[in-house]
């Protein structure tokens, strides 16, 4: 691998050294994202205005320097992690955040979260919709690579729905403005939504222009419990036939609300330890969600053995407690995780959970699920222990088995993630060599040198030859 030495010292003369680090502590820290797979870089850039990515990149261009963009690093996937060393560039300076309150829009820098950026609208009494779990970290930057969503994507959509407007450079470290902070758009090619979920491969994203809608007037919270999955995820089927639409449709299998209740302490509904739930939020007009509540509520006493309302925010927050808590009680499972952001069509829900109970079986393996059943986007969780070579290699084929069956059942192997290193073995069981060859050809146009975020998507990348670091980050299990 090249030392870049060069090119570094030249990128320090124009820069600084304040902004270009290459002490031990910033390239530890930047040398790995959640996935926790550490590749060393050269140099952690931390920008502190726009103009510098410009800089960066014509310097790393002109001398084919690797470039990784990373925010806060909670990507699941390694798309944060420079695999090829070179320059990491630290956007997290970028963090502005302008409500305009009169067009229902938010001009905001790559490094602002996502909870900023809700809270600053909230203020103006405007709504941004896309809530990752790790909002309170996780940057808009980090959200328009990946085009991530969250609880509210079955009603509102994803990032790439509020994305107006985006603004940066191109590997050649020319500045660019994909559109603008008008609510129409029609001058040439769509190369905005080219970059939404790019993975920071075709360019960096320095500002965003985002649409907000009107804070929604009132919400509503139900906790509902069935017999078992199938019949939850049929009465989820009956609810949407009804023209509902929840602003929230979380599901929890019986291993996820098991792992709860025991971090908890207490039952979900007492005396029915570990059935699956649902829980619904309805946000909307004050009429609107008064009219769907009593459609909800005679859906649940219809199809539901328990059910239960939430009377105030502070209940609906003590029902919401069992969903927080899942995903990092599963740990005593196992102490390793392939968290997999699979979609699945609504006419397949049945059959998806009887493959996955399968799956279990045939493995060996602990699988809760939980997830998004408004759009579809499950979280499939599977459980194994690191030191157990028999669970290691159990997982390596259930993972592979999970992501065949999706695509078998016309899903998606992502909803949200990305691909980044941890899905490398698995695009081209989702799209054809032809496909795969397309996206490439757009990958060699917009970066002729293979500079930005190389070693992602189209090669290969086996995690499990890797070792994982033994670190924990404040974002973890959440």
Not at 370 to 396: Q, S, T, W
Not at 422 to 427: G, I, M, Q
Not at 430 to 450: I, N, S, W, Y
Request: aromatic share 8%.
């Amino acid at each position: 691998m090249k030392s870049f030495a060069a090119a570094t010292a030249l990128l320090k003369r124009r820069l600084g050294g304040k902004i270009v680090r290459t002490d031990e502590s910033s390239l530890r820290e930047a040398s790995f994202d959640s996935a926790k797979i550490p590749f060393r870089p050269v140099a952690v850039i931390r920008i502190r205005k726009e103009v510098d990515v410009g800089v960066v990149l014509e310097l790393a261009s002109r001398h084919r320097v690797p470039v990784t963009t990373r925010g806060r690093g909670t990507t699941l996937t390694g798309a944060a992690t420079p695999v090829r060393g070179g320059w990491v560039i630290d956007t997290l300076a970028l963090d502005k955040i302008v409500i305009d309150g009169e067009a229902g829009m938010a001009h905001v820098g790559t490094g602002a979260t996502i909870a900023n950026i809700q809270r600053a609208a909230k203020a103006k009494g405007w709504f941004y919709p896309p809530d990752p779990s790790s909002k309170e970290y996780c940057t808009i930057g980090g959200n328009i690579a990946c085009n991530a969503g969250g609880m509210h994507g079955g009603k509102y959509g994803v990032t790439r729905d509020f994305v107006v407007a985006l603004r940066g450079y191109l590997p050649t470290g020319e500045f660019v403005a994909w559109g603008t902070a008008t609510k129409k758009f029609s001058a040439g090619f769509n190369m905005r939504d080219l970059w939404i979920g790019s993975e920071g491969m075709l360019g960096i994203v320095t500002e965003a222009v985002l649409k907000l809608i009107p804070r929604p007037a009132a919400r509503w919270t139900l906790l509902t419990s069935f017999r078992d999955e199938t019949a939850a995820l049929r009465a989820a089927l009956g609810l949407f036939r009804l023209r509902v639409q929840p602003a929230i449709c979380e599901f929890l299998d019986r291993g996820s609300v098991v792992c709860a209740e025991r971090a908890t302490g207490r039952e979900v509904f007492p005396g029915q330890a570990g059935r699956p739930v649902i829980l619904l939020e309805l946000a909307g007009s004050k009429s609107e969600v008064r009219e769907q509540r009593a459609a909800v509520l005679a859906w649940a006493a219809t199809h539901a053995k328990a059910h239960r309302a939430a009377r105030s925010r502070d209940e609906a927050e003590q029902l919401w407690a069992v969903r927080r808590k899942c995903s990092g009680a599963m740990f005593e499972l196992g102490d390793a995780k392939l968290n997999e952001d699979i979609v699945i069509p609504m006419r397949n829900y049945v059959k998806f959970a009887r493959f996955l109970a399968r799956l279990s079986r045939e493995s060996g393996l602990h699988i809760p699920t939980f997830g998004h059943l408004a759009d579809g986007n499950l979280h499939v969780n599977i459980m194994y222990h690191k030191a157990v070579p028999a669970e290691c290699r159990a997982a390596e084929k259930a993972v592979r088995r999970l992501m065949e069956t999706v695509v078998s059942l016309d899903g998606a192997i992502s909803g949200e993630h990305g691909i980044g290193l941890a899905k490398t073995p698995f695009l081209r069981i989702q799209h054809t060599p032809a496909q795969v060859r397309a996206m490439q050809a757009v990958k060699d146009a917009l970066d002729p040198r293979g500079i930005l975020n190389p070693g992602k998507m189209f090669e290969v990348f086996e995690v499990w030859k890797h070792a994982r670091l033994e670190v924990k980050l404040p974002w973890d299990h959440k």
